[in-house]
Structures are given as structure tokens and as C-alpha cells.
């Protein structure tokens, strides 16, 4: 199993930015992939984006493309989400999650490990 903290959220203006930090402990080595999804009140979990540990491949949700950037840090196994350009519609908890396999990376189901979540408000 691996354990996931969330880090780095908050109350934020529009226009504003936001980096989120997720650092995994436990089985990370078998970690494939980490993945950041979020959630809003009375809305389904959606993916937000995905990175392969092999290659540093980045995966994102297409709207939210050009504004929020998913990187890892080589030495930690941490993953970060840098947010930019925040919008009202933007406030969710932020999920993240880790897989051991590459297979289905925008879906939350195949996910095995996930962290308790970070609140992200952005005020209008």
C-alpha cells in the first residue's frame, strides 16, 4: 500500500495560482503512475491529470490544459500540481491518487492508493 499526503490548498482569488504537493510513502517504489483528480460538492470525482513515473509523461483532462501543470520531483516521490489562472469553478477537493499499472489513467476506478484530499476555494 502506499500512503499519499496532500499539501498546498486554500482560499485563493480569481485569477489567482495554487501549487498542490503529494508525497507518497510505504510501497511507492511500485508506484506507476500518480494521477490528480477532484471533486465538487454534488459533482462526481473527475480526473485532472496523470503522470507516468517511467518517462515523466503527463497526461491532462483537455479543458483544463494550459492552466494546470502536473511535475514530480526526481529525488522525492512527490508529484505536484501547479494551478494558474484559477477560476470559481476550479474550487473542489483535489484527490491524489497512485496506480502500479499504466492502463486507464483518467479513470478514478483504477486507481489503488489515494490521499485524504486538499480543500482549493478560488473566490470570485
Known amino acids: 500500500q502506499v500512503q499519499l499526503v496532500e499539501s498546498g490548498g486554500g482560499l485563493v482569488q480569481t485569477g489567482g495560482s495554487l501549487r498542490l504537493s503529494c508525497a507518497a510513502s510505504?510501497?511507492?517504489?511500485?508506484?506507476?503512475?500518480m494521477g490528480w483528480f477532484r471533486q465538487a460538492p454534488g459533482k462526481e470525482r473527475e480526473f485532472v491529470a496523470a503522470?507516468?513515473?517511467?518517462?515523466?509523461?503527463?497526461y491532462y483532462t483537455d479543458s483544463l490544459k494550459g492552466r494546470f501543470t502536473i511535475s514530480r520531483d526526481n529525488v522525492k516521490t512527490t508529484v505536484y500540481l501547479q494551478m494558474n489562472s484559477l477560476k470559481p469553478e476550479d474550487t473542489a477537493v483535489y484527490y491524489c491518487?497512485?496506480?502500479?499499472?499504466?492502463?486507464?489513467?483518467?479513470?478514478?476506478?483504477?486507481?489503488?492508493?489515494w490521499g485524504q484530499g486538499t480543500q482549493v476555494t478560488v473566490s470570485s
Open positions: 503522470l507516468k513515473w517511467s518517462d515523466n509523461s503527463t
Open positions: 491518487a497512485a496506480k502500479p499499472t499504466y492502463r486507464s489513467n483518467y479513470i478514478a476506478g483504477f486507481y489503488n492508493d
Open positions: 510505504g510501497r511507492a517504489f511500485s508506484t506507476a503512475v
